[in-house]
């Protein structure tokens, strides 16, 4: 190997995955699931991005699958299908989609000032709560008893959500990722190379194995 | 195994795969490739559907992918990694997407006056030739050579496609289509169960393996 292939596979062994997801996602849920362990398996960590996808929608000018009667029917029955074909729970809460903009403030919140490994254990606790449960993380209530079984005092909770900064905080992460070309959830960059849906886990694999193809 | 049981079994190993596709979906390239070996290694036939996309999307209130700008660049990478993938050349025609509405119409005489087996080789051969030769099938002479390629005296592939009773047959077939609920190519229908896209395949693949999940 030369110098430069020895450089170049370098850098890619320490690049991270880059995984954008929305709290109100089912395949962001499916994915993060087994994100973690597809990466580790190749010496990768994962970096995530709690995102909206409202935003990143209005960006390129898309609106949510479900909100086509004919498309959304087939998605609710693909959620749960895609689910089962992993192994996982899976139930829609009521209503789907959930506004998520406070959960991910708390992501970013968690992420910044205490680290991004903390926020995602909030990830992961939010994604399960809203699927494997059919949680409405909507409901102030309901996100505050999940802030609480992580250790995070409802009141807290409430004030990183109100908080302006918090508030600035998301929406630079729905401009990063919009600059980055993001338009759904979840998406993936490896290497500069973006993959779309829960359902790219078998290209992400084989690049992970063997590198770009 | 009690006489129920034996009767949905049965039922199911006879139903064959409702594959339905355009020729200018590149995913439908893709997926025309796998569906017949994958069928036969479960025992199952594959019944083809020529479409128009056009027709389904106006009939779910959709649009393509590619007509929003950040999706098309997105789904022009994807489409040809997504061959690469699978091992297959991939070359996009210019214009994309094609106007297929005469290969469409040719498919349908093929499969009502010849067979579906004759109709399954026309789509093979037109999905290869737009998709790994990056065939500009909406024009006249490129489609003709095509027929010709395959039998079929350019004269009468032109008759067949001006004919009105071809064009009713493949705006019978986009009905029917949209009847079932398909909305998208590739889209594929395995006892009443809809899948849709060529990602789907590991899905596909399970249920006809193993029955419902």
């Known amino acids: 190997m030369d110098g430069r292939a020895g450089r170049v596979y370098r850098s890619r062994m320490d690049s991270p995955i880059d995984f954008f997801f929305d709290f109100s996602s089912p395949y962001s849920y499916i994915a993060n699931e087994w994100v973690d362990a597809v990466a580790a398996r190749h010496g990768r960590t994962v970096r995530r991005h709690a995102i909206l996808l409202g935003a ?20 609710l029955r693909d959620f749960a299908r895609s689910a089962r074909f ?6 829609l809460p009521e209503p789907f989609p959930q506004s998520t903009q406070n959960a991910a403030r708390l992501f970013w919140w968690l992420h910044d ?34 802030a609480t079984d992580q250790g995070i005092a409802p009141a807290a909770a409430e004030a990183v959500w109100s908080d302006p900064l918090w508030k600035a ?3 630079r992460a729905n401009d990063e990722a919009i600059a980055a070309g993001v338009f759904g959830a979840p998406f993936f960059i490896v290497e500069a190379e973006p993959f ?9 694999e084989r690049w992970l194995q063997e590198g770009p193809f």
Do not use: H
């Open 56 to 75: 990143t929608f209005q960006a390129a000018e898309l609106k949510s699958p479900v909100s086509y009667p004919i498309k959304r029917e087939y998605s």
């Open 86 to 91: 992993e192994g996982l729970p899976f139930q």
């Open 113 to 146: 000032t205490e680290s991004p490994a903390a926020a995602a254990r909030w990830a992961t606790a939010g994604l399960r709560a809203v699927f494997a449960r059919g949680t409405a993380l909507q409901d102030t209530a309901a996100l505050q008893a999940l």
């Open 169 to 171: 905080r998301l929406k």
């Open 196 to 204: 779309w849906g829960n359902d790219r886990r078998p290209q992400i």
